[in-house]
């Protein structure tokens, strides 16, 4: 640990603005990678909305009214729950 406080307190502003930038790139990768893993929940989630159609278990135009509200839920928030609740009512149908 003293090694790095010495690196640092002994580098110029260039190497310094380096670390600073890695930093902000390590923070911006790790923030992508979790919007990532939730657009794959969502997408999976979907993936059994359209399972159900495929399987015949389902009309088309219901499955098309699904989609239009979730797609209509939401701000960028996170859907997946919202479409856990919508496939436990279809899988009731």
């Keep these: 640990m003293q090694y790095m406080i010495d690196f ?3 580098s ?3 190497m310094r603005l380096l670390m600073v ?3 902000g790139s390590i923070t911006v ?3 992508k990678i ?3 893993r939730k657009i794959g ?3 999976r989630a979907l993936g059994r909305i359209t399972a159900l159609e495929q399987t015949a278990q389902l009309p088309e135009g219901i499955i098309r009214q699904v989609f239009g509200e979730i797609a209509a839920y939401g701000n960028g ?3 997946e729950p919202f ?3 919508k496939i436990g009512r279809l899988d009731g149908k």
């Design 83 to 85: 479409i856990q609740t």
């Design 34 to 36: 979790g919007e990532f």
């Design 12 to 14: 110029d502003y260039c």
């Design 77 to 79: 928030a996170s859907r």
């Design 41 to 43: 929940q969502e997408v």
């Design 8 to 10: 640092v307190a002994h």
């Design 21 to 23: 930038i890695s930093i």
């Design 29 to 31: 990768m790790a923030a």
